[in-house]
């Protein structure tokens, strides 16, 4: 909602404000005050403006904003059935195209690589 508010998306920014305010507002709701009142915000001012400036590859209606992954490498939408891998020590989500490639977001580990992960042992 505010990276869609701050690239001038303001259409897109209503679109995923009115998506927070229902979902804080149900009966599963429970957000947090200060992430609905931005909600609020960008509600208000994103219908004043009523202008997309960059067109997104996937409509935002369409998606359910609780369980939408974003690849991390691209920073696009992970569609429904599409593969992907985690990074060895983040578990960031990336396309299949970055496995082996190093994560995009930590820098530390790879995209798809399987670790046996930190392991505390009690010494003898
Ligand atoms: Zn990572």
Same mark, same amino acid.
Do not use: W
């Given at each position: 909602?505010?990276?869609?508010? %701050?690239?001038?998306?303001?259409?897109?920014?209503?679109?995923?404000? +009115?998506?927070?305010? +229902?979902?804080?507002?149900?009966?599963?709701?429970?957000?947090?005050?200060?992430?609905?009142?931005?909600?609020?915000?960008?509600?208000? +001012?994103?219908?004043?403006?009523?202008?997309? %400036?960059?067109?997104?590859?996937?409509?935002?209606?369409?998606?359910?904003?609780?369980?939408?992954?974003?690849?991390?490498?691209?920073?696009?939408?992970?569609?429904?059935?599409? +593969?992907?891998?985690? $990074?060895?020590?983040?578990?960031?989500?990336?396309?299949?195209?970055?496995?082996?490639?190093?994560?995009?977001? $930590?820098?530390?580990?790879?995209?798809?690589?399987?670790v046996m992960g930190m392991q505390f042992r009690k010494q003898f």
């Open positions: 909602m505010i990276s869609n508010f %701050k690239a001038e998306n303001f259409i897109d920014a209503a679109t995923l404000a +009115q998506k927070i305010l +229902q979902a804080g507002s149900g009966p599963s709701g429970g957000l947090v005050e200060k992430t609905m009142q931005q909600a609020r915000t960008v509600l208000r +001012q994103a219908e004043e403006k009523g202008t997309n %400036k960059h067109t997104l590859p996937f409509d935002l209606n369409r998606i359910d904003v609780s369980s939408a992954k974003v690849c991390a490498g691209s920073l696009s939408y992970i569609s429904e059935g599409e +593969q992907y891998d985690r $990074c060895s020590y983040c578990e960031a989500l990336h396309k299949r195209v970055y496995v082996k490639k190093p994560c995009s977001v $930590c820098k530390i580990g790879e995209v798809g690589r399987q």
